[in-house]
């Protein structure tokens, strides 16, 4: 470590504090700042590569004592750090008083002016006997700085300028490959002293020169395929990897170049063959994959896999009885061949035929689907009509037993396509249609065009009327008018109106010539002829008689004939009763009124309503009309029958009157200041 030269603080004798006024040294007064020499002055950069001592900085401390100034001992000018990894300087600051003696005691803290870019380290005690604070530099940049010391937190700083250069040497030095400035000239790694160390020069490092590589020294940088020792690796190429003169030399022997010992492999051999690197000799009987080659289906495992025979039925040239002795089979035997048994000697099974034998040997004689089989289809109606549901069967079995499809309804026999269609709303032949023409049971339908119940043609056999042929009866002799029809009204108008072949059959023709007035017409020669008119009287005397001749006789009402001169009547003729006079109705519902019809005039009336009268006679009830009663209410009054004895009960009786019964028994006083009892009606004294 290079030791930094010392920076020298000179302070006060005493550090006190006082709160009169004071002259210390014959310095300044804490009221004037305590300048000593007027000013401040940073160190320079000397020639000789020294900092001169300069002014100190003028300030005040805590204690209130000026501080003259001192000389400070100087920094190298040029002071190298960091370069090699460690601490390249400390740092020595000594502390003295005015007459230059050492001050111990007194914290130091050291600082620079650009900050964290440079780390220096504080000092870690106090000044000691000699006056002096040990730090150091720790780390810092290249560049020029200004180092401060500050001496127990006073203001007055002590400060060197230096320029820190990133070197580990000195000037003159020898220059060295290690990424270092060694000779403080600014470069690194420049006109090294000294020849390079040799590299080697055999097999792959041919060639190869040593490089000066920094703070890695020197290196001989061989190719890729270079190793330090060959021996012990498996590298099989041909080349001397270790420059040592020999190739391919001392190898292990990789754990993959030939396959596990398994199978023929157990007998193959590793070696190296130079450039073509590692080669497995395989013995006889290997292939990469036997189950994709049937040859080596021989009960070895030829791939070295674990398995045996893999894909293979089979050891080749191995036999194995086969074939039954079932039906018509016989035993025989089979050969492997290439991994799979071949054909069986004996007689094999075959497909099954219809005829009686057991051809696939399976224990059965013409099962369903043999050769020559017919298609049997469900019939469990017996009808010999089965459903589409079949079997394909060498003969008839359990219900599947018709040869014929087409059922559509196989749980009656007497539904079939080959049944004959019956009047019954069943599909009875399987068509799709029910009840449809000329079915069992059909009755014959005519055409009728006039829908008046008779049709013309030949008709249809249906089992029902449908929307063309809708009526049972024929012979209409003219289907296009619905009044002529057989068994119609025969008319005197020229034509057959009832179709019994002949027309306007004398005097049984009808005749109406729309007039009701004229009498009834007859039938002849000419067409209908007019009757003796009708005489129209009703022999009642208010109506009014005429004939109307699309009705004949008419009768109609007259009430004028009916006046009877009365306003309080409702005149009116009756048809059959004649005139008829009501009273006029004036009742109001009210059960305490007597309705009456007053006339005002002979064309005016006017109903009165007068109260009901309700006096019953008797003097000892209330009488009153009470309409929710529905007349009249006469309530006994027991009160009003009081005849003021006390030897009577005095009672209402609603239809006799009053009523005084004797009270025998009872007290009473006779008026004499004697008590009585009653009797017969009447006091008598005790």
């Given at each position: ?7 020298e603080?000179f302070a006060?004798t005493?550090?006190?504090c ?6 210390c040294?014959?310095?300044g007064?804490p ?6 020499d007027g000013?401040?002055t940073?160190a320079?950069?000397a ?5 001169d001592?300069g ?8 204690g ?6 001192a000389s400070l001992?100087?920094?190298?000018a ?9 601490t390249?300087g ?5 502390v ?9 005691g ?11 870019q ?6 870690d005690?106090?000044?000691?006997s000699d006056g002096?604070?040990y730090?150091?530099?720790?780390s810092?940049v290249?560049?020029e700085?200004v180092?401060?010391a500050?001496a127990?937190g ?15 040497g000195a ?9 270092m400035?060694?000779?403080c000239d600014?470069a690194t790694?420049?006109d090294?002293v ?6 080697k020069?055999?097999g ?7 490089v ?11 190719p890729?395929t270079?190793v330090?020792v060959?021996?012990?690796?498996g ?6 990897n ?15 170049v ?10 193959a051999?590793?070696?190296?063959q ?5 080669v497995?000799?395989?013995?006889p ?8 080659d049937?040859?080596y289906?021989?009960?070895?495992d030829n791939d070295?896999d674990?398995?045996?025979?893999e894909?293979?039925?089979?050891v ?21 061949v290439?991994g799979?048994?071949?054909p069986?000697?004996g007689q094999?099974?075959?497909?099954e035929q219809c005829?009686?034998l057991?051809d ?7 099962e369903?689907d043999?050769q020559?089989?017919?298609?049997y ?9 089965g459903?589409?549901?079949s079997?394909c069967?060498c003969?008839?079995q359990g219900l ?5 499809s087409?059922?559509?309804n ?5 539904v079939?396509?080959?049944a004959t269609e ?6 009875d032949?399987c068509d799709g249609?029910t009840d ?5 049971g ?5 055409a009728?065009?006039?829908m008046?119940?008779?049709g013309a043609?030949l ?7 449908d ?6 009866y024929g012979?209409?002799?003219?289907d ?8 119609a009204?025969e ?6 109106n ?11 023709a ?10 009834i017409?007859t039938?002849g020669?000419?067409?209908c002829?007019a009757?003796?008119?009708p005489?129209?009287d ?10 109307d001749p699309?009705?004949g006789c ?5 009430p004028?004939a009916?006046?009877d001169?009365d306003?309080c009547t409702?005149d009116?003729?009756?048809?059959v009763?004649?005139?008829t006079?009501?009273?006029?109705d004036?009742?109001?519902a009210?059960?305490c009124?007597?309705d009456v ?10 109903c009165?309503h007068?109260p ?9 009830t209330?009488?009153s009309c009470?309409?929710?009663?529905g007349g009249c ?9 009081d005849?003021?004895n006390?030897c009577?009960i005095?009672l209402?009786d609603g ?5 005084h ?5 009872a ?5 004499t200041?004697?008590c ?9 004294p005790c």
């Amino acid at each position: 470590m290079r030791r930094v030269g010392p920076i020298e603080l000179f302070a006060a004798t005493v550090f006190t504090c006082s709160l009169v006024a004071c002259t210390c040294g014959g310095g300044g007064t804490p009221a004037d700042g305590g300048l000593s020499d007027g000013g401040r002055t940073d160190a320079g950069i000397a020639d000789g590569g020294a900092l001169d001592g300069g002014a100190a900085d003028a300030g005040q401390h805590d204690g209130g004592l000026a501080v003259p100034s001192a000389s400070l001992s100087s920094l190298a000018a040029e002071t190298p750090v960091v370069a090699d990894g460690v601490t390249q300087g400390s740092i020595v600051v000594i502390v003295r008083d005015e007459a230059g003696n050492p001050l111990p005691g007194v914290e130091v803290v050291l600082s620079s002016s650009r900050g964290a870019q440079d780390q220096l380290t504080q000092p870690d005690a106090p000044t000691g006997s000699d006056g002096a604070a040990y730090g150091a530099i720790a780390s810092a940049v290249p560049g020029e700085t200004v180092v401060r010391a500050t001496a127990d937190g006073v203001a007055l700083l002590r400060t060197a300028r230096v320029r820190f250069i990133l070197c580990s040497g000195a000037p003159g030095d020898p220059e060295l490959c290690d990424g270092m400035d060694n000779d403080c000239d600014g470069a690194t790694d420049e006109d090294l002293v000294g020849p390079p160390p040799r590299c080697k020069g055999a097999g792959v490092c041919a060639g190869t020169e040593a490089v000066c590589d920094g703070s890695n020294g020197w290196l001989c940088k061989y190719p890729d395929t270079y190793v330090d020792v060959e021996e012990g690796t498996g590298l099989c190429d041909g080349l001397d990897n270790d420059c040592d003169g020999e190739t391919d030399e001392g190898l292990d022997v990789p754990a993959d170049v030939c396959p596990a010992p398994l199978g023929v492999c157990v007998d193959a051999t590793p070696s190296c063959q130079g450039e073509n690197g590692w080669v497995c000799t395989f013995p006889p009987g290997y292939v990469a994959d036997e189950g994709s080659d049937p040859t080596y289906c021989d009960g070895l495992d030829n791939d070295c896999d674990g398995l045996v025979d893999e894909g293979c039925d089979c050891v080749n040239g191995t036999t194995m009885p086969c074939g039954t002795d079932v039906g018509a089979c016989t035993p025989g035997e089979q050969t492997c061949v290439n991994g799979s048994w071949g054909p069986c000697s004996g007689q094999g099974p075959v497909a099954e035929q219809c005829n009686l034998l057991d051809d696939d040997c399976d224990g059965q004689t013409d099962e369903p689907d043999a050769q020559g089989c017919q298609l049997y289809y469900y019939d469990a109606d017996g009808d010999g009509v089965g459903i589409e549901d079949s079997m394909c069967l060498c003969s008839a079995q359990g219900l599947y037993r018709s040869m014929q499809s087409g059922d559509c309804n196989d749980l009656d026999p007497n539904v079939s396509p080959d049944a004959t269609e019956q009047c019954n709303l069943v599909d009875d032949d399987c068509d799709g249609q029910t009840d449809e023409a000329d079915a069992v049971g059909c009755q014959y339908y005519y055409a009728d065009q006039d829908m008046d119940g008779y049709g013309a043609g030949l008709g249809a056999c249906l089992c029902s009327a449908d929307a063309v042929y809708s009526s049972p009866y024929g012979n209409d002799c003219q289907d296009g008018d619905a009044s002529i029809y057989p068994g119609a009204t025969e008319w005197c108008d020229g034509l057959d109106n009832d179709c019994d072949g002949t027309t306007d059959e004398g005097a049984d023709a009808f005749c109406d010539d729309g007039n009701a007035c004229n009498g009834i017409e007859t039938c002849g020669a000419q067409g209908c002829q007019a009757g003796t008119p009708p005489v129209c009287d009703d022999g009642v005397a208010c109506t009014l008689d005429s004939c109307d001749p699309s009705t004949g006789c008419v009768y109609v009402p007259d009430p004028v004939a009916c006046d009877d001169a009365d306003p309080c009547t409702v005149d009116q003729c009756d048809p059959v009763q004649g005139c008829t006079h009501a009273p006029v109705d004036c009742d109001d519902a009210d059960p305490c009124t007597t309705d009456v019809c007053v006339v005002l005039s002979p064309d005016a009336f006017h109903c009165a309503h007068v109260p009901l009268l309700c006096d019953d006679g008797v003097a000892c009830t209330a009488d009153s009309c009470d309409a929710a009663a529905g007349g009249c209410v006469h309530q006994p009054q027991d009160s009003a029958c009081d005849d003021g004895n006390v030897c009577t009960i005095d009672l209402c009786d609603g239809q006799q009157g009053c009523a005084h019964l004797p009270n025998d028994g009872a007290p009473c006083s006779p008026g004499t200041g004697t008590c009585g009892t009653c009797q017969g009606g009447v006091c008598v004294p005790c």
